[in-house]
């Protein structure tokens, strides 16, 4: 099963579903700005992912700086009410396979949690070539 934590409004994320899908999976898509998060859900996505909620944090495009979450001395606690308060707070996509769990930024980090590739050449949405005619991983 793969379970990828998603918001359709960031590229990254929707190449990583797209390379999930285009593998052959039919994940489970969870749209967390709409759903949110609970805090035993991020507790365990971030130890199995192992971040913790500073690195998870996602610093631009969010309300971070206005939150003043960017300040050294803020506690990861405290970082982390904010996510379950303001859940674009968290860095994305996240995704879970019997593999692992992992941030996936850039995108290409979701290959590492995939038993099987979609078929080369493989290109994301910008055109950058990331899986070569020979199904083998191009490293940029």
Known sequence: MVVIHHNPACGTSRN???????????????????????????????????????????????????????????????????????????????????KGVKLCRPSEQVLDLLAQWPPGPYKKEDGELIIDDKGERVVG
Request: glycine content about 4%; overall charge negative; proline content about 7%.
């Open 16 to 98: 990583v579903l797209s390379i999930i899908q285009d593998a052959g999976y039919q994940p489970e898509v969870i749209e967390y700005l709409e759903e949110g998060w609970t805090r035993p859900q991020l507790l365990a996505l971030f130890a199995a992912a192992n971040l913790s909620p500073r690195r998870a944090l996602r610093t631009t495009k969010s309300p971070a700086k206005e939150l003043g979450l960017l300040d050294e001395d803020v506690s990861d606690e405290a970082i982390l009410d904010a996510m379950l308060t303001h859940p674009i707070l968290v860095n994305r996509p996240i995704v879970c396979t019997e």
